[in-house]
């Protein structure tokens, strides 16, 4: 199995919450990799950015979109715990849990409209979300800089063999590696 998207999260993650007691993060992140039986090494992928593992980063969004909506509050740092709310959608049964499910709850909607107004602000429309904006933005830079890397190789291919050379030995020197150009 992958791991699960961060919306696929959210109703194991209530669920998990739903003795009402207070729980430490760690454990719930735990707690929703065993849910969805994660292998070891899934457990431990991290994000492109080595700062995060994947898993944590869409237990952590599922958990801000569910305290957005007040289904789940932070009483401290850390630490999560269901609300009554939380409890009354529990009640329901509910085969899934998502974005969409959330904009019932009028704090869901005053979160998105404030999101939305920033966005317009900048002029980007937000993207249909199934990845975390972590996940967006780093997948993001991987795109740009292996298209530099392409568009760099592709014009340094096209120059003479002279020109290469020249480059090679600009570069081990601006590294520092070896003397310095005759020309300095």
Not at 81 to 88: K, S
Not at 109 to 135: C, M, N, S, Y
Request: glycine share 8%.
């Amino acid at each position: 199995m992958s791991i699960p998207d961060f919306q696929s999260v959210m109703l194991p993650l209530l669920q998990i919450l739903g003795d009402c007691q207070d729980h430490v993060m760690r454990d719930v992140q735990n707690a929703v990799a065993d849910k969805f039986k994660l292998t070891e090494e899934e457990r431990k992928e991290m994000l492109p950015s080595g700062q995060t593992t994947v898993i944590a980063n869409r237990v952590g969004w599922a958990k801000t979109h569910l305290k957005n909506a007040g289904v789940l509050e932070q009483p401290k740092r850390g630490v999560v715990r269901i609300t009554d709310t939380g409890q009354g959608v529990l009640a329901e049964h509910p085969d899934s849990i998502n974005m969409q499910y959330l904009e019932k709850f009028p704090a869901y909607l005053a979160f998105r409209d404030k999101k939305q107004e920033h966005e317009d602000d900048g002029g980007i429309a937000p993207p249909v979300e199934t990845q975390t904006p972590e996940e967006l933005l780093e997948n993001g830079y991987k795109t740009l800089r292996e298209a530099l890397a392409a568009e760099l190789l592709d014009q340094v291919m096209k120059c003479s063999p002279g020109f290469f050379e020249r480059l090679v030995v600009e570069l081990l020197v601006a590294m520092g590696y070896g003397g310095c150009k005759p020309d300095d």
